[in-house]
């Protein structure tokens, strides 16, 4: 009788634990919401930091494009040993033009988003096409261009 109480009660822990999913914030919360009070050619810099906080990532080809992100993750179940699945997912992209004004903005969702394929293939660098002989070569060249070392007299 206490082995079929003792299992009921792990057997109903284990239920509520699975019911009750963890969610795991990350960036600025409520995004979109905030991003429709920017208005295009009156928004300027100063209100965008102030109303969103500092940008996620600054474009590092153009200063002038700011990315600001909100993720969130959400753990599947007890049986799946905490992995986690996204379940929101959005960036706001905002381009600023040359006196801080904004000029455009888009927002990405996680619709938006794409699974990408990496390729295996490796360029080979210009020094591994060499012959075992010029390798061989290439090093003596260099220890005898090396600088000598202080000798003792």
Not at 68 to 94: A, C, H, P, T
Request: proline fraction near 1%.
């Amino acid at each position: 009788m206490h082995k079929l109480i003792i299992l009921f009660f792990i057997f109903s822990i284990t239920i509520s634990c699975s019911n009750n999913k963890v969610v795991k914030n990350h960036g600025i919360s409520a995004l979109e919401l905030k991003s429709k009070k920017i208005k295009i050619l009156n928004t300027n810099k100063n209100d965008a930091m102030s109303l969103l906080g500092k940008p996620s990532v600054i474009s590092m080809f153009d200063d002038s494009i700011w990315y600001f992100i909100q993720r969130e993750k959400i753990n599947q179940s007890v049986v799946k040993l905490g992995n986690q699945v996204i379940s929101k997912n959005v960036v706001l992209e905002i381009k600023f033009n040359s006196f801080g004004i904004v000029e455009s903005k888009k927002i990405y969702l996680l619709e938006d988003m794409q699974n990408l394929k990496i390729a295996k293939d490796q360029t080979l660098k210009s020094y591994d096409k060499k012959s075992k002989t010029d390798k061989l070569f290439n090093s003596l060249i260099q220890k005898i261009e090396a600088p000598k070392r202080n000798r003792r007299r």
